[in-house]
C-alpha cells in the first residue's frame, strides 16, 4: 500500500512543537514548511501556552493553512480558565484540550509534571508531582465542576474539538458522557491506551458508540512509551476503526517528522493486521470529520 499517498490526505491531530520549556524539533513555520504537501494538517499542541497565535503566524508565512492550534488547560495558563479558553477561541483555536501535564492521571502515574530527562537534567522548572494539586475536574459529589461545564459550552458555541487530554479514568467517563449529553459535536478520547487514563475496551467501546467521538492511538505509544503494535492492533479491532483517530503525538527532538511518523505507523499497523481500507478511515475520514466544517 502506498503509505504516502494516505498521508498526504490525513490529519495529525495531535503534534508538538515549541519554543517551550520541553525542547522541540520544530517550531510553527519550520513544522509549516516541513509538513507541507506531504500532509493535509496538523494540530499543534503546547504544555504551557495557546498554539492558536502559533498556528495563524505559521500559515501566513507559508501561505497555506496546514497548522490549526489547540490550548491545553494546565496550571500555566490557569487551568480551568474559561477567559484563556475564549482568547485562544476568538485566535482560531480549533481544539481546547483538558489538563495534560497537571491532570490527575499524569501526576498519579508520573514523579515530575515535567520530566527533568526532558529538559536537559535541569529541576529549575520541573516540580515534583507530589508537590502539585492537579487541576481539578469534578467536585466532592463526583459532578464535573461549574467551571468545566462553562469551557464545554464555549467549546460547543464555537464548535470546536474537545480533547480529554491526560485525565484519570474517573474523570474521563464524567467529561465525554456530559459532553455528549450536551451536544458537543466534536470529542477526542486522548491517549485512552496511556497509563494515565488506561481505559477498558469496554469503556471505550461504550463512549465511541457516537459517531462524533473517538478514541486515539499515537505513534509514539509504541515507540517511547513501549506499548507493543500487537496491543494496539488488539485494540482498534475491538473499539472498530471508525471509531478510531490515529496520531503521531511527535515534535520530540529525536522523533521523526509527522508524516514520517505518520507512515512509520501505518506500515507497523498494516504488518499487524490492520487493512488499507481502516487505515484510510482512521488517517483520513475520522480526523477530517474532526477538523472540517
Given at each position: 500500500?502506498?503509505?504516502?499517498?494516505?498521508v498526504?490526505?490525513?490529519?495529525?491531530?495531535?503534534?508538538?512543537?515549541?519554543?517551550?520549556l520541553?525542547?522541540?524539533?520544530?517550531?510553527?513555520?519550520?513544522l509549516?514548511?516541513?509538513?507541507?504537501?506531504?500532509?493535509?494538517?496538523?494540530?499543534i499542541?503546547?504544555?504551557?501556552?495557546?498554539t492558536?497565535?502559533w498556528?495563524?503566524?505559521a500559515?501566513?508565512?507559508?501561505?497555506s493553512?496546514?497548522l490549526?492550534?489547540s490550548?491545553?488547560?494546565?496550571?500555566?495558563v490557569?487551568?480551568?480558565?474559561?477567559?484563556?479558553?475564549?482568547s485562544?477561541?476568538?485566535?482560531?483555536?480549533?481544539?481546547?484540550?483538558?489538563?495534560?501535564?497537571?491532570?490527575?492521571g499524569?501526576?498519579e502515574?508520573?514523579?515530575?509534571?515535567?520530566?527533568?530527562?526532558w529538559?536537559?537534567?535541569?529541576?529549575?522548572?520541573?516540580?515534583?508531582?507530589?508537590?502539585i494539586?492537579?487541576?481539578?475536574?469534578?467536585?466532592?459529589?463526583?459532578?464535573?465542576?461549574?467551571?468545566?461545564?462553562r469551557?464545554?459550552?464555549a467549546i460547543?458555541e464555537a464548535?470546536?474539538?474537545?480533547?480529554?487530554g491526560?485525565?484519570n479514568r474517573r474523570?474521563?467517563?464524567?467529561?465525554?458522557?456530559?459532553?455528549?449529553?450536551?451536544?458537543?459535536?466534536?470529542?477526542?478520547?486522548?491517549?485512552?491506551l496511556?497509563?494515565?487514563?488506561?481505559?477498558s475496551?469496554?469503556?471505550?467501546?461504550?463512549?465511541?458508540?457516537?459517531?462524533?467521538?473517538y478514541?486515539?492511538?499515537?505513534?509514539?505509544?509504541?515507540t517511547?512509551d513501549?506499548?507493543?503494535?500487537?496491543?494496539?492492533?488488539?485494540?482498534?479491532?475491538?473499539?472498530?476503526?471508525?471509531?478510531?483517530?490515529?496520531t503521531s503525538?511527535?515534535?520530540q527532538?529525536?522523533s521523526?517528522?509527522p508524516?514520517?511518523a505518520?507512515?512509520?505507523?501505518?506500515?507497523?499497523?498494516?504488518s499487524?493486521?490492520?487493512?488499507?481500507?481502516d487505515?484510510e478511515?482512521?488517517?483520513?475520514?475520522n480526523?477530517?470529520?474532526?477538523?472540517?466544517?
Amino acid at each position: 500500500m502506498d503509505t504516502s499517498k494516505l498521508v498526504k490526505h490525513s490529519f495529525d491531530l495531535h503534534v508538538h512543537c515549541g519554543p517551550e520549556l520541553i525542547p522541540r524539533q520544530f517550531d510553527p513555520i519550520e513544522l509549516a514548511q516541513h509538513v507541507k504537501g506531504k500532509i493535509r494538517g496538523c494540530m499543534i499542541e503546547s504544555h504551557f501556552s495557546s498554539t492558536a497565535e502559533w498556528a495563524k503566524i505559521a500559515n501566513k508565512a507559508i501561505g497555506s493553512q496546514v497548522l490549526y492550534g489547540s490550548l491545553a488547560l494546565n496550571w500555566s495558563v490557569g487551568g480551568i480558565n474559561i477567559d484563556a479558553v475564549n482568547s485562544s477561541l476568538a485566535v482560531g483555536a480549533k481544539s481546547i484540550c483538558m489538563p495534560t501535564i497537571h491532570a490527575s492521571g499524569h501526576l498519579e502515574k508520573h514523579e515530575w509534571d515535567v520530566n527533568p530527562a526532558w529538559v536537559g537534567g535541569t529541576t529549575r522548572f520541573s516540580r515534583r508531582s507530589s508537590e502539585i494539586t492537579p487541576v481539578p475536574i469534578l467536585d466532592s459529589t463526583g459532578e464535573l465542576r461549574h467551571e468545566v461545564l462553562r469551557v464545554l459550552e464555549a467549546i460547543k458555541e464555537a464548535d470546536a474539538i474537545l480533547a480529554t487530554g491526560n485525565l484519570n479514568r474517573r474523570e474521563t467517563m464524567a467529561l465525554v458522557t456530559k459532553a455528549q449529553k450536551m451536544d458537543l459535536r466534536r470529542i477526542f478520547i486522548t491517549h485512552p491506551l496511556y497509563m494515565s487514563t488506561n481505559l477498558s475496551i469496554a469503556e471505550q467501546r461504550k463512549l465511541t458508540k457516537r459517531e462524533d467521538t473517538y478514541a486515539e492511538y499515537a505513534y509514539v505509544l509504541n515507540t517511547i512509551d513501549d506499548i507493543p503494535i500487537k496491543k494496539i492492533v488488539d485494540a482498534i479491532q475491538r473499539v472498530e476503526p471508525e471509531n478510531c483517530i490515529l496520531t503521531s503525538d511527535v515534535g520530540q527532538v529525536r522523533s521523526p517528522g509527522p508524516p514520517e511518523a505518520l507512515k512509520l505507523f501505518a506500515k507497523a499497523l498494516i504488518s499487524g493486521g490492520i487493512p488499507g481500507s481502516d487505515l484510510e478511515t482512521m488517517l483520513v475520514t475520522n480526523p477530517t470529520n474532526l477538523v472540517m466544517p
